[in-house]
């Protein structure tokens, strides 16, 4: 029992005016006589002490008010959920890395499953369920099933993904939720308070929390270094809440290099070296230690390989020839990089060569023969016709700029000037600006791949030494990231989990992923697949154009944290019931309705009651 | 309101044919002389007296002298101009129970007494009284002679509220401090004052040779006693005191009984003292007690 409105008990005061009322009308009323010597021989009254009078209207009405303050306050019972039949039901199931996690060898989604699956045994025919999942998205998994084989079959089939279940993506689901007239969620870690705020469902939401506080241990990050130049690093994390051991190995060209097992204190995060490497090629760093979770034990890397790429820097200003030069030799010391004006560029000697990279700064050189091109902050051209850059257009320039947020280091950076492009719909935008006080956002960074080759933009401009500039390092490591994308191998791509991977494919592609799931993908009209890889480890795209392998790496340092308390020790969200113990779920049930319904009885019982008093007193128009 | 009817022409209208009845002429032998009383020659002869000195020999009846050789004094019956004084009580109490309207009915018959008296010439005023907190005791019109002056007194009428204590020998004292000559007295009251009250009040007018005419005005709610039965708290609204009573069938009957008892002894007074005495139950009485009620008590004729 309890009261959504308390604060509307604030109106049992009109009781109190209510019984005032009839104090004052049981009042004894004075009468002004001309002169009291007529009554001299009226006997004195003889007082009789009631404390209340056997007044029926007043007491109807007095139930009357409050039976409508009563359903003023929301009052509501709890119990079983056994009357919802006929509404629609969501059951909404965290995918994100941690439900992968076992515990007593089920994952943390096994729980939910089969708590969902218990909870759709319980309901009553004809209930119409939803399933729902979120992890960096939310998506239906399937909707409106009755029938519950079909409902069944569908929570089964649902897998945790290598990605952390976001907030934001919680928020949606709950959102397309809205209509239904219950919501049930299953999540290994309590709903964040502003999400419940948010999706104000009331007490119709339910939550459940599924396994127990665990540790974990995984792989922050691989650097691999430089083969035979610098080591390479590796950082492990343990979520542990004591000393742990955690044993790390690192193969490289299928060759383990590197195998130690460390102690990890409480929480400790260690950057352990390794190598350097003896030549380039695919790392691959991974805990042999067993822990709850998986997802978070391998992590890929590709080192430079010992090849000497042509590299070809094309720019007016001296001075940015040399930074890019430098920067390509610190993403990989075997470019062999040619710098030059482009009035110094010679068709019969530049042009002659072909070159891994070429990088254009402030101009457009036509006719250099290279596998990938990166445009830093080009000249206006009018849109291309045709050919590689086929549609691609930039027009004038624009100072200052700021550069919003494409992650979690790259927001708010002031830059002199920047172009804006006209981006071709195979490009995506990486990075992107805008210009202080306006609302309107353009590309500041865009990366291609098709099977003519990879186009890379820079749309700032990167004078006066502006990827030297230490307060400036977000450009340089979107510089960074653009040429090692842009230079990587064709046959071998390393991303994280979540991220979006065009692969060039011809008309389709064979997707193999980790669990060895197959998935025929089409081709768009560029030549390529877009595919997103949601789960962590080795996925083979293969294609007419050969085969492509990729690697997803995941670690997310909120999700990888299983030690989550329990939702009975969380804090309960303002304005919402507290969530519904696990395995038991409770309805609650207004009472408003019956409530309003009994003061309705109230008044018509006060009318009757009246009529019979306009009878007796002959009053027909009461 | 219903005092306005006394100046409606057509109940006007219907008391012109009454008089006022005054019981006993007052005459003066005009053959005595009294500085400032003489009303002016006889016109009806008397009587004949034997001449004493300081008789007026203007009076002398020679005639007699002659045959009979005495001297007499012709003495005439002169019906002197009596002043009227039409003592209206406008206390609190003759303003409830509202729906009565007391006050308005002694207005009305006060102002109607008026208009009756006019029609013989007789010099008549109102005066109004009740003991208030200004100290006033008794308010009155100058007096009219002639009826084309009777609607002076409408404003006097219509202006009076009911306030204040009855005060009503507080009233008659004021009134005898003017020493006028003996008049006609018309009294208008409920007489709700303290026992022994209106018997003071009514002897000194008396001693003082007026004549009385006393109308008793009460309410028909307030003779009846008909209130609406339950438990009430009743005020004085004279002197404000108070008591608890139960309303009902055997307080209304105390109530009759206690009305009964004030009028048997009013009526018992006059009666006594040869005062008319003239109950005016009722303001929707009004025409029935100017045009039978009066008459056959010899207030009008």
């Known amino acids: ?622 | 309101m219903v005092e306005m009817r006394a100046f409606e022409p057509d109940f006007l209208r219907r008391l012109d044919r009454l008089v006022l009845g005054i019981r006993r002429s007052l005459s003066v032998r005009v053959g005595q002389r009294q500085i400032g009383r003489i009303q002016g020659a006889g016109i009806e002869p008397e009587n004949f007296k034997e001449y004493a000195e300081g008789d007026d020999l203007r009076f002398l009846d020679w005639n007699t002298y002659a045959r009979l050789d005495q001297l007499a004094i012709r003495t005439y019956r002169v019906e002197r101009q009596v002043e009227v004084t039409v003592m209206i009580d406008r206390s609190a109490s003759m303003g409830l129970p509202e729906r009565d309207d007391k006050l308005g009915l002694a207005l009305a018959l006060g102002a109607s007494l008026a208009y009756v008296a006019m029609g013989e010439n007789d010099a008549v005023r109102l005066a109004a009284f009740a003991t208030v907190r200004d100290g006033e005791r008794l308010s009155a019109t100058p007096f009219h002679r002639r009826r084309e002056a009777y609607q002076q007194f409408k404003p006097f009428v219509t202006g009076l509220k009911p306030r204040g204590a009855t005060g009503l020998f507080d009233a008659v004292s004021e009134f005898m401090r003017e020493r006028r000559s003996p008049g006609v007295v018309i009294l208008i009251s409920d007489f709700l004052v303290e026992p022994g009250e209106f018997e003071d009040a009514l002897a000194r007018l008396l001693a003082a040779r007026h004549e009385l005419k006393v109308l008793h005005v009460m309410g028909e709610q307030e003779t009846e006693a008909n209130y609406p039965p339950g438990l009430y708290r009743i005020r004085d609204v004279e002197t404000g005191a108070m008591r608890e009573v139960v309303f009902g069938a055997e307080l209304a009957e105390a109530c009759r009984r206690k009305v009964s008892e004030l009028r048997e002894r009013l009526r018992d007074y006059c009666l006594r003292h040869g005062i008319v005495y003239a109950p005016a139950f009722g303001a929707r009485n009004l025409e029935t007690i100017l045009e039978r009620e009066l008459p056959r008590l010899g207030v009008v004729r």
């Not at chain 1, 099933?145 to 409902?151: E, M, Q, T, W």
């Not at chain 1, 050919?387 to 200052?400: E, R, T």
Request: hydrophobic share 50%; net charge neutral; aromatic share 6%.
């Open chain 1, 1 to 622: 029992m309890g009261f959504l409105n308390p604060v509307n008990l604030l109106y049992a005061g009109s009781i109190a005016v209510l019984v005032a009322i009839y104090f004052r009308s049981r009042a004894r009323p004075t009468i002004e006589v001309s002169s009291l010597m007529l009554f001299e021989q009226a006997a004195a009254p003889v007082s009789r002490v009631r404390t209340l009078r056997t007044d029926l209207l007043f007491w109807l009405e007095v139930a009357a008010l409050a039976l409508i303050v009563l359903g003023l306050a929301g009052p509501y019972v709890e119990g079983p959920p056994a009357a919802f039949a006929g509404r629609s039901h969501v059951l909404v199931f965290d995918l994100g890395a941690a439900m992968g996690a076992r515990q007593g060898g089920k994952t943390r989604l096994d729980l939910a499953k089969a708590e969902a699956v218990h909870l759709v045994d319980s309901a009553p025919s004809g209930e119409d369920f939803t399933v729902l999942g979120y992890g960096l998205d939310a998506h239906v998994v399937r909707s409106d099933l009755s029938a519950r084989p079909a409902l069944v079959a569908a929570i089964e089939a649902l897998r945790p993904m290598a990605v952390a279940g976001t907030p934001d993506a919680l928020s949606a689901a709950l959102m397309r939720a809205q209509t239904a007239g219950r919501i049930d969620v299953f999540a290994d870690r309590p709903i964040p308070s502003a999400v419940l705020a948010q999706a104000a469902l009331g007490d119709r939401i339910h939550f459940h929390q599924v396994g127990a506080p665990a540790g974990n241990l995984a792989i922050v990050s691989l650097d691999p270094g430089v083969p035979r130049v610098s080591p390479g690093h590796v950082t492990v994390k343990s979520f542990y809440p004591l000393t742990h051991e955690c044993e790390l190995a690192i193969e490289a060209d299928r060759k383990i290099v590197f195998d130690r097992a460390l102690l990890l204190g409480p929480g400790e995060q260690a950057t352990v070296p390794f190598g350097p490497l003896a030549a380039g090629g695919l790392v691959h760093a991974r805990i042999l230690t067993p822990d709850p979770l998986a997802a978070d034990n391998d992590r890929w890397a590709l080192a430079p390989l010992n090849k000497a790429d042509p590299v070809l820097v094309v720019s007016p200003d001296r001075t940015v020839r040399d930074d890019l030069a430098r920067i390509l030799l610190a993403v990989n010391r075997n470019f062999i990089v040619t710098a030059i004006s482009p009035a110094d560029f010679r068709r019969s000697v530049e042009g002659a060569k072909r070159y891994s990279l070429t990088v254009m700064h402030d101009c457009f050189v036509a006719g250099v023969k290279t596998d990938s091109l990166l445009l830093v902050y080009p000249p206006a051209m009018k849109p291309v016709p045709g050919g590689p850059l086929a549609g691609f257009a930039v027009a004038s320039a624009l100072k200052p700029v700021r550069m919003l947020a494409s992650g979690a280091s790259n927001a708010g950076l002031e830059l002199d000037s920047a172009r804006v492009a006209k981006l071709p719909d195979w490009m995506a935008r990486t990075i992107s600006g805008e210009m202080p006080g306006a609302r309107v956002t353009f590309p500041l960074a865009a990366v291609g791949m098709i099977p003519q080759g990879r186009f890379g933009l820079l749309a700032f401009d990167v004078r006066r030494h502006l990827l030297l500039d230490p307060d400036k390092l977000d450009a340089l490591v979107a510089t960074i990231n653009l040429v090692r994308e842009l230079t990587s191998a064709a046959d071998v791509r390393v991303v994280s989990t979540g991220a979006y991977l065009d692969i060039p494919a011809g008309k389709s592609a064979r997707v193999v992923d980790p669990t060895g799931h197959i998935k025929e993908l089409a081709a768009d009209r560029w030549g390529r697949v877009r595919m997103r890889p949601m789960l962590a480890g080795h996925y083979t795209v293969s294609s007419g154009s050969g085969a492509v392998n990729v690697y997803a790496n995941y670690y997310n340092a909120s999700e990888s944290d299983l030690s989550a308390r329990p939702a009975a020790e969380t804090v309960e969200t303002a304005g919402a019931p507290a969530p519904a113990p696990v395995g038991a779920p409770r309805e609650a049930r207004p009472l408003a309705t019956v409530l309003v319904a009994l003061a309705l009885v109230a008044l018509i019982a006060e009318s009757v009651v009246l009529l019979g008093h306009a009878r007796r007193w002959r009053a027909w128009n009461v």
